[in-house]
Nanobody, 124 residues
């Protein structure tokens, strides 16, 4: 499956932004989807995972209550709605896919497919 992320840009602290990730070349509903991010000078970190049907979601503590992941299997798209953005949310955001949900879902190695990343900056 190929993944393409969209939605980056420049926003101010407190703003909202929605990222999209469109999948092609596979049966989208067969994949667990995740978002990771990598801030400048830092390691990539887990943001969120959503199950194949969208019935369950998991979040990193740093984004819980502010970010919401969702998916539209008819559109082969996973979304990341981000509210109350903070400067520390500035990063390149990557969508990732896996056909199995690993116990280590927060590890990048658990996902076989990755998008190219989309970046945005949150100014204070």
């Amino acid at each position: 499956v190929q993944l393409q992320a969209y939605g980056g840009g420049l926003v101010q602290a407190g703003d909202s932004l929605r990222l999209s990730c469109v999948a092609s070349g596979g049966t989208f509903s067969n994949y667990f989807m995740a978002w990771f991010r990598q801030a400048p000078g830092k390691e990539r970190e887990f943001v969120t995972t959503i199950t194949r049907s969208g019935s369950s979601t998991f979040y990193a503590d740093s984004v819980k209550g502010r970010f919401t992941v969702s998916r539209d299997n008819a559109k082969n798209t996973v979304y990341l709605q981000m509210n109350n953005l903070k400067p520390e949310d500035t990063a390149v955001y990557y969508c990732a896919a896996s056909q199995v949900l690993m116990a280590t879902m927060e590890a990048g190695a658990s996902y076989a497919y990755w998008g190219q990343g989309t970046d945005f900056t949150v100014s204070s």
